[in-house]
T-cell receptor, first 110, second 114 residues
Framework: EDKVVQSPLSLVVHEGDTVTLNCSYE??????LLWYKQEKKAPTFLFML????IEKKSGRLSSILDKKELFSILNITATQTGDSAVYLC??????????FGKGTKLSVKP | KAGVTQTPRYLIKTRGQQVTLSCSPI?????VSWYQQTPGQGLQFLFE???????NKGNFPGRFSGRQFSNSRSEMNVSTLELGDSALYLC?????????????FGEGSRLTVL
């Protein structure tokens, strides 16, 4: 059965800290892995990863995929209170569905 | 460019009733997918429609159904509501579909079943 596991489930840090969020997966016929940020209702897209070892960057956020070890990490440097959110990892499953992890709730304290 | 619009935003139903939720995708997007989000299970895939055809379906009972119209707007229906159907229902639109690019989510429809 396809599955996505995120860790940690929650994390509290102070502004300026660097955090690493983890996402491991077991999916037949992997095609892509996506990261989303959910603050209140609508998840917003962060990254889509398809190739192993290629880092995607957007400002203070970056992500990389390891297809051999079946995981991805999302890094956030110099965290700000506005980074507080639930970060969701999703993988396209073998049947064309999208499988989400339970998410990591990040709280950034001033 | 307008975002993904979902209606209604909030609704309350009682067990046994049925509900219809609507999703208007971003103009030009042909893929619409639906998700159920609950605190215990997280986000779970319901189904995806592309050009009026159901392309993929998640592991939900037949009480959950959907359709897509020629203008790409989509509706999902839940019949014979159960307490466990209380959730945030999100839809997402994309140009091509799941796994092929960015999906844009709506704000969701919060369903409470009493």
């Amino acid at each position: 059965e396809d599955k996505v596991v995120q860790s940690p489930l929650s994390l509290v840090v102070h502004e300026g800290d660097t955090v690493t969020l983890n996402c491991s997966y077991e999916v037949t016929n992997f095609r892509s892995l996506l990261w989303y940020k959910q603050e209140k209702k609508a998840p917003t897209f962060l990254f889509m990863l398809t190739s192993s070892g290629i880092e995607k960057k957007s400002g203070r956020l970056s992500s990389i995929l390891d297809k051999k070890e079946l995981f991805s990490i999302l890094n956030i440097t110099a965290t700000q209170t506005g980074d507080s959110a639930v970060y969701l990892c999703a993988v396209e499953g073998s049947q064309g569905n999208l499988i989400f992890g339970k998410g990591t709730k990040l709280s950034v304290k001033p | 460019k307008a975002g993904v619009t979902q209606t209604p935003r909030y609704l309350i139903k009682t067990r046994g009733q049925q509900v219809t939720l609507s999703c208007s995708p971003i103009s030009g997007h042909r893929s619409v997918s639906w998700y159920q989000q609950t605190p215990g299970q997280g986000l779970q895939f319901l189904f995806e429609y592309f050009s009026e055809t159901q392309r993929n379906k998640g592991n939900f009972p037949g009480r959950f159904s959907g359709r897509q119209f020629s203008n790409s707007r989509s509706e999902m229906n839940v019949s014979t509501l159960e307490l466990g159907d209380s959730a945030l229902y999100l839809c997402a639109s994309g140009e091509v579909g799941i796994g092929a690019g960015e999906l844009f989510f709506g704000e969701g429809s919060r369903l409470t079943v009493l």
